[in-house]
């Protein structure tokens, strides 16, 4: 079982910006946890289903939906067991929980944690 647990979310105004990150652990680590894994990350905005946003590879590939191309960057640093996703022009239908997971075969892992909250809004 490996811990996720997503942080950075918050209030920006319509064309802001704002940093997610998503930190990976396990109860006895005993190995760097994003190392050969796929790690995503995907949206919930209420009365939706989540959707995925961003993706990257072990050897740093990255696609992303085409709702968010241009304007988010997803990154990762394996030694520090973290992802982030890097928001910018940020627009009201961005609104929506934000969560991580590791990704086999396009399909998420692990269980799902808190998310965190992104409100677009002026």
């Known amino acids: 079982q490996v811990q996720l647990r997503e942080s950075g979310g918050g209030l920006v105004q319509p064309g802001g910006s704002l940093r997610l990150s998503c930190a990976a652990s396990r109860s006895a680590p005993s190995r760097r946890v994003l190392s050969v894994h796929n790690m995503a990350w995907y949206r919930q905005a209420p009365g939706e289903q989540r959707q995925l946003v961003a993706m990257i590879t072990p050897g740093g590939t990255t696609t992303y939906a085409d709702s968010v191309k241009g304007r988010f960057t997803i990154s990762r640093d394996d030694a520090e067991n973290t992802m982030y996703l890097q928001m910018t022009s940020l627009k009201p239908e961005d609104t929506a929980v934000y969560y991580c997971?590791?990704?086999?075969?396009?399909?998420?892992?692990?269980?799902w944690g808190q998310g965190t909250q992104v409100t677009v809004s002026s």
């Open positions: 997971n590791l990704v086999y075969r396009g399909v998420p892992q692990q269980r």
